[in-house]
């Protein structure tokens, strides 16, 4: 019998010429990497990042801009608010002002139907007179313009054959007005048509429309 050395394995026969690595069997493939198809490009990868970040930056930009728009709508709308606010603050403090110089403009006004208005007071109320109305102080009231119980103020009331409807005929105080604001009324004796005049003169009018249409007036 033969005896096998101890501590030597057993090689398999080598053809001549062939290298040892070839003898050596070769471990089978799993079967993942036989079933998996070909890898996809690293570009390919990398594209769709850059699309996804390019995305998101989009995103975060379009809101940025809506944010950015509204701020400025909101300024806009607080600097028109202070405007407006500031405008009417200053149309208040001068019609304030305006309204404690009416007694003086009254007393002005009383000296120019007296003809006391001489020498330099004078000067100094038409001066004072010139300062109000650059301020847009304006008067009204004036004898025959019909009664307005918005800017007019009835102080007295009569009756005068010669009027068709309520009107002022005498200015007692004239009214001011600072813009669209009247300060105060103007102060007026008012007339009304007499009683049964307005009658009389729808009579008048119908009789006279008869004749028209008949031709003229019938003869005796």
Known sequence: MTEETPGFEEKPDVPSGAHPED??????????????????????????????????????LNERTA?????QAEYQNYRRRVERDRVTVKEIAVASL??????????????????????GFKSVAESLEAV?????????????????????????????????????VAILQPGYR???????PARVAVAEPQPGAQAKSADEQAGAAKDEESGGPEEG
């Open 98 to 119: 305006l309204t404690e110089l009416l007694p003086v403009l009254d007393d002005i006004g009383r000296a120019r139907d007296h003809e006391e208005l001489v020498g």
């Open 67 to 71: 944010d950015l728009q509204r701020l």
């Open 132 to 168: 109000t109305v650059k301020l847009g102080l304006q008067q009204f009231g004036e004898e025959g313009e019909p009664f307005d119980p918005t800017i007019h103020e009835a102080l007295m009331h009569s009756y005068a054959p010669d009027v068709t409807e309520t009107t002022c």
């Open 178 to 184: 600072f813009g669209e604001r009247t300060i105060r």
């Open 23 to 60: 003898a050596t069997p070769k471990a089978a493939e799993p079967d993942s990497a036989k079933e998996s198809g070909p890898a996809a490009p690293a570009g390919d990868v990398q594209d769709v990042a850059l699309t996804a970040q390019l995305d998101q930056v989009r995103t975060a």
